[in-house]
């Protein structure tokens, strides 16, 4: 009698089994699925059981509702800027959340259905491959509130779009729309909104009837050289940011961010 390997229960994910394909849903769609504290926390978990998981052999990973993630929650970044120790603190889970993505054996399909920024970005762009709807848009704008990308941003665009490119985006924050980010190779494919679940079923399906040891293993392969140069740069990258968070020009940004949501109310 075969026994199934019940799925774990998440504050801030959904998590469901359709035909050996695991999706992992971040569940916070009346934010656009913005990371707060217990997001970074169940991130760092996930994929952990998305490895050991002996009943799947793909994940698609994707947001709830109209985005795929907004990047930080305000209310999260106005506790960090005050606190900056708390900032200190999550550099672990940043890190956990990062190399489990990369350590991850399975193909990680990124269900992009909805704009991507920030760290929504870097999330996406850390899966091996991005559909995404041709609504969306995608960017990385920490130096508009005065961060350095340190979260893997300045890691992962330069590997996926050279470093000219990526210095043009990261350098200004300007967002992409999906289109134009599958025109320079930042994301794989951008469909329609109402094809999207259909394109990827279609890759998953694709991937599944080949052997599952070869698509793993060269999977693990691929990642050889971009696990080198994460584990190299996240470090710097995450002090860097950790710096720029008790920076003058990040207090400003988020005094600025206060008062526009206080005059959205």
Request: aromatic share 6%; proline share 3%; hydrophobic share 50%.
């Given at each position: 009698m075969t026994t199934t390997i019940a799925l774990p229960d998440y504050e801030t994910l959904v998590l469901e089994r359709?035909?050996?394909v695991l999706t992992i849903t971040m569940n916070r769609p009346e934010l656009m699925n913005a990371v707060n504290l217990k997001l970074h926390e169940e991130l760092a978990e996930v994929f952990y059981f998305a490895a050991k998981d002996t009943e799947s052999d793909v994940v698609v990973?994707?947001?709830a509702g109209r985005a795929f993630s907004a990047g930080g929650d305000l209310d999260h970044i106005l506790s960090n800027a005050a606190n900056p120790d708390l900032f200190d603190e999550e550099v672990r889970l940043a890190k956990r959340i990062v190399f489990s993505m990369l350590d991850l054996d399975k193909p990680l399909v990124c269900r992009m259905n909805g704009h991507a920024v920030g760290l929504g970005a870097t999330l996406a762009l850390f899966c091996d491959v991005i559909f995404a709807a041709d609504t969306a848009k995608i960017g990385d704008p920490h130096v508009a509130v005065g961060l350095v990308a340190g979260d893997g941003?300045?890691?992962?665009?330069?590997?996926?779009?050279?470093?000219?490119?990526?210095?043009?985006y990261l350098l200004t924050g300007e967002l992409l729309s999906a289109p134009k980010a599958a025109e320079i190779g930042l994301i794989n494919h951008c469909v329609p909104a109402d094809q999207l679940d259909e394109a990827v079923a279609a890759f998953c399906d694709r991937v599944q009837k080949g052997s599952r040891n070869a698509v793993r293993w060269t999977k693990?392969?691929?990642?050889?050289?971009?696990n080198r140069v994460t584990h190299?740069?996240?470090?710097?990258?995450?002090?860097y940011e950790a710096v720029s968070i008790r920076s003058e020009d990040h207090k400003n940004a988020v005094k600025a961010m206060q008062a526009r949501a206080a005059e959205k109310k």
């Open positions: 359709q035909d050996r990973f994707t947001g941003g300045a890691i992962i665009w330069p590997q996926l779009i050279g470093l000219a490119r990526a210095k043009e693990v392969l691929l990642n050889q050289e971009l190299s740069l996240l470090d710097t990258g995450l002090a």
